[in-house]
Structure formats: C-alpha cells, structure tokens
C-alpha cells in the first residue's frame, strides 16, 4: 500500500510516499513499511521526518462540527542525510502498534465513527511538510472477538463507536494511549425492562486486557437511571476455554442485583 503526496512549499517535483506492507494490523502487531522520498531539482537535509499514528474525533458543539486529533504513537525516523538532487530515498521503519489502540475494523467491516491512520511529517527546505491521514484498518485480538460475538449471541446489537481523549478514572486500569475507545450496544428484550443501553471498553496488554462494561440503567418508580461500571480481566490463554455467553450475562446480573435489579 502506497500514500503519495507532493510536498508543499516548492515546486520543483518533490514527493513522499509511505509504503506499507499492508496496512491491515491488530493492537500490539507491527506496522512496517518505508518512507520514500524523491528529490525534484534542488537538494536538502533531512531536517526531519517522523511517522505517527494518529486517531481523528469528530465532534459538535454550539459552534457547529468540529475534528480533533491525537496522537497514540510515533517514530522519529530523523537522521543526518543529505538528500541529493533527483535522487530517491527509501527510510524503512517498524511503528510497534500499542496494545490498546482502538479498533477500526471487526470482521472484515468498518466499525461506523472511527477513523485511525498513519501521517508522516518531513521537513526539507527548512519547511515542515504534514501529510494527509493515511487510514489503518485495525483488527480485533481474538479475545476481543470472542467478546464481541458473546454480545452478538446474548442480543446485543452494534450502534455506533466513539473514540475519547483522556485518561479512563478507574482503579487499577492502565492505559499507554492519551484516548479510549466506547463501543456501543443496543439491548435486547431480555434485559430492555432495566438496561438502556451498553458500552464496552477494552484496555489490552501484552498477556490479558481489562474489559469494562458500562451499563445504562433504566429510571423507575423505586430506581434511579444512571450507569454501574463492571471492569474484569480477561487472560488471553483462558479465551478458548470459556463460555463467553454465560459469563457475560453473569457479570451483568452480578452488576444488576447489587443495585436489586433483576431479570
């Protein structure tokens, strides 16, 4: 997969390309390719050249919609070069994906609001020169899946998925990205008497990842609405060994009848 952009500021047939080995990646993989650069007629110091991986948000507020970006990772690939005229250059690199990116992908399909991608940023000429975003498609780690699909068999349906800047203000949670990512899920008939809705978080490490739940509750004569947050650890060796289904309805009617709720 190639990104191609001409750079800004000089016309003298100066380009970049990004050059990925595929741009398919899951949270905790490698993301390899090359930066290639091709001089015009005049030649330059590297100045600076970096490759990010970048999460664009996209809001609204009284003023209208806006897009805000952050970045979840970066590898400066600066060294002394000069770059002769008429010349091409290729810089190879390896970006270490973090274990809790947010997903962009399940299945093959695009997840509906998220939007990651991979900018490069090369100063030549004493200009600073920002490529577009070069969108990702990052996959779910198996565990994910099986989360996913245990929501899917117990009823619950994909509405749409958020991507937050900001530190998650839980306990014992541990995040290597400025942002997080909130699934959300439609309720089935089974629990719609006393849940609203259903978002999911995963934060994944290396060894196992910590699956939060936030549980919209439903208001009511003698209840209050409001949401209980259920987070619990899932171990990647243990994935195929358990019945994701019953667990998962268990850790709702563990988090639903503390508050004497029940289905």
């Known amino acids: 997969m190639a990104l191609r952009h001409a ?4 016309g003298d047939g100066a380009s970049v390309d990004t050059v990925l080995r595929t741009a398919n990646v899951t949270p905790g993989g490698p993301l390899e390719g090359q930066v290639l650069i091709e001089t015009g007629s005049h030649g330059s110091d590297l100045e600076f050249l970096s490759v990010s991986l970048v999460g664009a948000i996209v809001g609204e507020d009284s003023d209208g919609e806006y897009e805000e970006e952050v970045e979840l990772a970066q590898i400066d690939l600066t060294q002394d070069l000069y770059l002769e005229p008429a010349q091409q250059y290729a810089l190879p690199f390896v970006l270490q994906m973090p274990w809790d990116t947010p997903l962009t992908h399940l299945y093959g399909e695009r997840l509906d609001g998220m939007e990651l991608g991979l900018r490069t940023d090369l100063g030549l000429f004493g200009e600073r ?3 577009d975003l070069d969108e990702l ?4 780690l198996p565990a994910q899946e099986a989360i996913f699909e245990a929501l899917q068999e117990l ?3 994909f509405n749409g998925a958020e991507l937050e800047i900001g530190e998650l203000a839980v306990a014992g949670v541990h995040q290597s990205v400025p942002c997080f990512q909130e699934i959300e899920f439609s309720v089935p008939d089974r629990y719609a008497a006393k849940l609203a809705e259903v978002d999911l978080t995963f934060v994944a490490g290396p060894h196992a990842m910590e699956v939060l739940l936030a549980l919209g509750r439903r208001g009511g004569l003698l209840q209050s609405s409001g949401e ?5 650890t899932v171990e990647y060796p243990s994935v195929e060994r358990i019945d994701w289904p019953e667990e998962i309805h268990s850790w709702i009617l563990q988090a639903t009848k ?3 709720i029940f289905f």
């Open 7 to 10: 750079l800004s500021g000089h």
């Open 129 to 131: 020169d920002q490529g």
């Open 137 to 140: 498609r990052i996959h779910a």
């Open 155 to 157: 009823g619950f349906r």
């Open 228 to 232: 209980e947050l259920q987070i619990f």
């Open 258 to 260: 503390a508050r004497g």
